[in-house]
């Protein structure tokens, strides 16, 4: 393992580093796995897949999907040489404070450009309170503590390979969000390597797209059954 795996069902999902890895796993639900196999190069992958435990997302959970899955494509398309290592959490922090936006869930008045302020807005940091990358290598968050100019404000180079992994959590006693998104923690997370003109999903093997996550899991409950 290339680090504590972070194995969450239900609300447990909302707890961003939930290692002790224990709770139900119960139907309806989904289950966020966040793990990461070490190679003998001793180097890692991170991934993160959330799963339906029924098989079938429901509809408030496949709009939270879709949101953050949508979010994850913007933030891919993002990784590119010329563009900052901050661009793609820029990108991708964009479509997630538009689908809260339309969805009401920002105080009244706040626009997207509002919430994305720097200084004044942020609201949307209630539900998304992570960054959206980190270089990956032979720690699982490489070179962490190089300088800024080195790594945020850094432009992205070919051969470089990142993390990219929005994520929406609306806890289960979040009285601020209405009741059918309570208790959902949905995070994407997929590996990149940047090459000369984008970049190429390493992690692109397993299935993203909510309905892709879904005919995985029948094509693998009926290899089970047979
Ligand atoms: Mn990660």
Redesign the pocket.
């Known amino acids: 393992m290339g680090y504590e795996s972070i194995c969450a069902a239900g609300d447990h999902a909302n707890t961003l580093h939930w290692i002790k890895n224990d709770g139900e796993v119960r139907e309806g639900d989904l289950i966020l796995v966040d793990a990461g196999v070490e190679v003998d190069s001793l180097f890692t992958a991170?991934i993160t897949r959330t799963l339906p435990v029924s098989g079938r997302f429901s509809d408030a959970q496949r709009r939270v999907y879709d949101a953050v899955f949508a979010a994850q494509e913007t933030g891919i398309a993002a990784c590119r040489p010329g563009n900052k290592f901050r661009d793609i959490h820029a990108a991708a922090i964009r479509v997630i404070a538009e689908h809260l936006h339309a969805w009401g869930l920002l105080p009244d008045g706040v626009s997207v450009e509002d919430t994305l302020d720097a200084d004044h807005g942020q609201y949307h940091r209630r539900w998304m309170v992570h960054g959206t990358s980190?270089h990956l290598g032979l720690d699982?968050h490489d070179c962490q503590l190089a300088l800024r100019e080195d790594y945020m404000d850094a432009e992205l180079t070919p051969g470089m390979i990142l993390?990219v992994?929005p994520g929406l959590y609306f806890k289960a006693d979040d009285l601020l969000v209405p009741e059918e998104l309570r208790g959902i923690g949905v995070r994407i997370?997929d590996d990149v390597v940047v090459t000369e003109d984008g970049c190429e999903v390493l992690s692109a093997g397993m299935p993203r797209s909510s309905a892709d996550v879904e005919a995985w899991i029948a094509r693998v409950q009926a290899e089970a059954r047979r």
């Open positions: 991170d980190h699982v993390t992994e997370e």
